[in-house]
C-alpha cells in the first residue's frame, strides 16, 4: 500500500512538472526575444506576384539606417522578372 501510494504521488508531481515545463515553453515561443538573426533571411527565396511563374529571386542584402533598423532590402532578380538580373532594393 505504501508503495502504491508513493508511486501515485510521483506521477502527480511529475505531471505537474511536465504541464509547467510545457507552458514555459509555450510562453518562451510567443514572447519577443529581442535579438534576431539576418541570416535567416539572406539568401531567401523572394517571388514577384507580377512574375509568378518566374524562377525565385535571392535576398542579396539588408541595408541598415543610422537607427539600426532595416530600410530596404536587396533582391538580386532572376531575368524573366523583366528586370535583366539586377539588384533591386
Known amino acids: 500500500m505504501i508503495v502504491s501510494r508513493h508511486t501515485k504521488t510521483l506521477q502527480v508531481i511529475s505531471t505537474g512538472l511536465l504541464m509547467t515545463v510545457l507552458a514555459a515553453g509555450l510562453q518562451a515561443e510567443s514572447d519577443p526575444q529581442g535579438l534576431y538573426s539576418a541570416r535567416a ?49
Not at 73 to 84: A, R
Open 41 to 89: 533571411l539572406l539568401d531567401a527565396e523572394v517571388h514577384f506576384a507580377a512574375a509568378p511563374d518566374s524562377q525565385p529571386s535571392r535576398v542579396a542584402d539588408l541595408l541598415l539606417g543610422d537607427d539600426q533598423r532595416v530600410h530596404a532590402i536587396v533582391v538580386h532578380s532572376d531575368s524573366n522578372v523583366g528586370q535583366g538580373g539586377d539588384a533591386l532594393v
